[in-house]
């Protein structure tokens, strides 16, 4: 067996071959840094199988211990949605005060966002399958979202857990309008980026629902309508009871309050597309973290496949309250890794992830939500123009891969 130093693992920028003479570097890397680019990191391929060692361990750990804690843990977050969203919906009818109206906007956007990020997205994750409950069971549920669960379990569960960060396969880079890497090719379309983001942000669970659409490959002609017209009656089944339910349903029940009920399930909805969208292009998009090709990732290890998962996200840090707003994806990294374990657990192992990522030299990409937010913004502007990547753009990590000599 011989060693090939194979640039497996590279930044958004990095094109170059691989430094032979580059050795591990400690550290921990902040997105957003502005000094220059650091040296390419080189992982051997016996450290990359040792991480992946390391991780299974923590996984097989964590799920040996599941059990009445986690049940309780999700049913406690379940009981709470409910009550907010009962909390809003009674205020509604108190609308014409104005306090009133902005407690219930309030508890109604509460309510969404738990619905969509700590419940629906992790459920459907199937991280809580194991209790066999029907209600909280993946293949059962279905979140407060236009978008119908089973076409989410197959564009995200699938598609972009399966390809993270992968370039031409992971749909999740751009949702087929953003330009969000530099790998991505630049043309005068793209000067519309930032308007493209935030109209996205402004109607993502709509965006989310034609994600498995891959509308830009219909238009090339890759997809035929007989490859999407089975998800046609999936959208108009749950646009159909989720616009009556916001729109219709509850607003009539508030009779002269009709406009208010309308207009605060309304922002209550926009509310929770917002932080979604922050939340979900924090975790992908922040300078630090990186792409691959389909030739780079050819034929994984385990090991290859979870540095594939550390490099490719990035974590907000914040306060429990914060990682509970956000499902636990401000721990993103720790979800790409275990995507199917309790989310409320990241924050217990991710200081064994981040101690790996030290040990091996490996950047742990994280900060807090506003600089995340400012710094994927900041992104989406530059790539807008055809411009060359930032130093902060270029942490690539490179791994050493075994080849098997052919016998003479």
């Known amino acids: 067996m011989t060693l090939l130093q194979i640039p497996s693992f590279r930044s958004s920028k990095s094109k170059s071959s691989t430094s032979k003479s580059s050795t591990p570097t400690s550290g921990k890397a902040e997105s957003g840094a502005t000094a220059a680019g650091p040296e390419p990191i080189v992982l051997s391929a016996e450290s990359v199988e040792i991480i992946g060692r390391e991780l299974d361990a923590i996984r097989d750990r964590v799920v040996a211990d599941l059990g009445t804690a986690d049940r309780d843990y999700i049913l406690r977050v379940v009981r709470m949605q409910r009550r907010l969203e009962l909390t ?112 996205l942000m402004m109607l993502f669970e709509w965006g989310v629902m034609l994600h498995d659409l891959e509308y830009d490959n219909v238009l090339k002609g890759k997809r035929k309508w007989s490859d999407v017209k089975g998800l046609l009656a999936g959208w108009w089944g749950k646009v159909r009871g989720q616009v009556a339910k916001d729109y219709i349903v509850h607003p009539a029940l508030t009779g002269p309050l009709f ?76 979800h790409h890794l275990f995507p199917d374990l309790p989310a409320h657990r990241y924050p217990e192992i991710a200081e064994e992830v981040r101690a790996i990522c030290e040990e091996h030299g490996l950047p742990y990409t994280t900060g807090p939500l506003w600089k995340q937010v400012t710094n994927v913004w900041v992104k989406m502007f530059r790539l807008a123009l055809p411009l060359p990547p930032t130093p902060a753009d270029t942490p690539a990590v490179l791994i050493e891969r075994r080849k098997v000599t052919p016998a003479a």
């Not at 076409?151 to 949702?175: E, F, K, V």
Request: with cysteine; glycine share 8%; proline share 4%.
């Open 88 to 199: 809003g919906r009674a205020l509604m009818f108190l609308g014409f005060l104005p306090p009133a109206w902005l407690a219930g906007v309030a508890a109604l956007s509460a309510s969404k966002i738990l619905d969509n990020m700590e419940i629906g997205h992790n459920v459907m994750h199937g991280q809580y399958d194991w209790m066999r409950d029907d209600m909280l069971h993946s293949s059962s549920f279905e979140w407060d979202n236009v978008c119908p669960s089973d076409q989410w379990r197959h564009s995200h569960n699938y598609m972009h857990h399966t390809h993270t960060n992968i370039l031409d396969l992971d749909r999740d880079i751009g949702y087929g309008i953003l330009r969000m890497e530099y790998e991505q090719k630049w043309t005068p379309l793209r000067l519309g980026n930032p308007a493209y983001a935030f109209a």
């Open 259 to 334: 406009p208010l009920t309308f207009a605060g399930n309304l922002t209550a909805n926009l509310v929770r597309n917002v932080w979604a969208f922050s939340v979900i292009f924090c975790g992908h998009f922040p300078s630090g973290a990186q792409v691959f090709t389909q030739e780079e990732t050819a034929e994984e290890t385990r090991g290859e496949w979870y540095v594939r998962q550390m490099l490719g996200s990035a974590n907000i840090s914040g306060s429990p309250f914060m990682h509970l707003a956000t499902g636990n994806l401000s721990h993103q990294i720790e």
